[in-house]
């Protein structure tokens, strides 16, 4: 699965429509939020660092949530903007999740072993365990 990371509001008009999660490693205004959600109408995920987050306005939470897009508090650890766009979860995270996922481990159980062993929040792994399985 790949994350696309956004480092400043410039970047969002020149985003693929078809983007379904995205990392943005600024602090977003409102006027961000909105430009984002025009610009990507399949947006399922934003996540923000949790510093970013916690100074993100009540109505703009309300907004996306209203437009069922969740809002995940998490970072992309260790990626570097000025080699890939995309922050790609190893495979052998998705590899592990998909093997507790068919041993019938509850998911709830899968998010908090993996969220330790991967750095991943638990919220984008229950994301990724809720996923159509070709997708996983």
């Given at each position: 699965?790949?994350i696309?990371?956004?480092?400043?509001?410039?970047?969002?008009?020149?985003?693929?429509p078809?983007?379904?999660?995205?990392?943005?490693?600024?602090?977003?205004?409102?006027?961000?939020i909105?430009?984002?959600?025009?610009?990507?109408p399949?947006?399922?995920?934003?996540?923000l660092?949790s510093?970013?987050?916690?100074?993100?306005?009540?109505?703009?939470?309300?907004?996306?949530e209203?437009q069922?897009?969740?809002?995940i508090?998490?970072?992309?650890?260790?990626?570097?903007?000025?080699?890939?766009?995309?922050?790609?979860?190893?495979?052998?995270?998705?590899?592990?999740?998909r093997?507790?996922?068919v041993?019938?481990?509850?998911?709830?159980?899968?998010a908090?072993?993996m969220?330790?062993?991967?750095?991943?929040?638990?919220?984008?792994?229950?994301?990724?365990?809720?996923?159509?399985?070709?997708e996983?």
């Amino acid at each position: 699965m790949k994350i696309r990371v956004v480092s400043s509001r410039d970047e969002i008009l020149s985003l693929n429509p078809n983007e379904k999660v995205i990392h943005l490693a600024f602090r977003p205004s409102n006027k961000d939020i909105f430009l984002l959600v025009e610009t990507c109408p399949k947006l399922e995920i934003v996540q923000l660092p949790s510093s970013y987050q916690r100074t993100m306005s009540k109505s703009m939470e309300m907004f996306l949530e209203m437009q069922k897009i969740q809002l995940i508090e998490g970072d992309v650890w260790g990626h570097r903007k000025d080699i890939n766009e995309y922050y790609t979860v190893p495979s052998s995270v998705m590899n592990k999740i998909r093997n507790m996922k068919v041993d019938g481990i509850p998911n709830d159980k899968i998010a908090e072993k993996m969220s330790k062993e991967s750095k991943l929040n638990q919220k984008m792994i229950l994301y990724i365990l809720n996923k159509k399985p070709l997708e996983l």
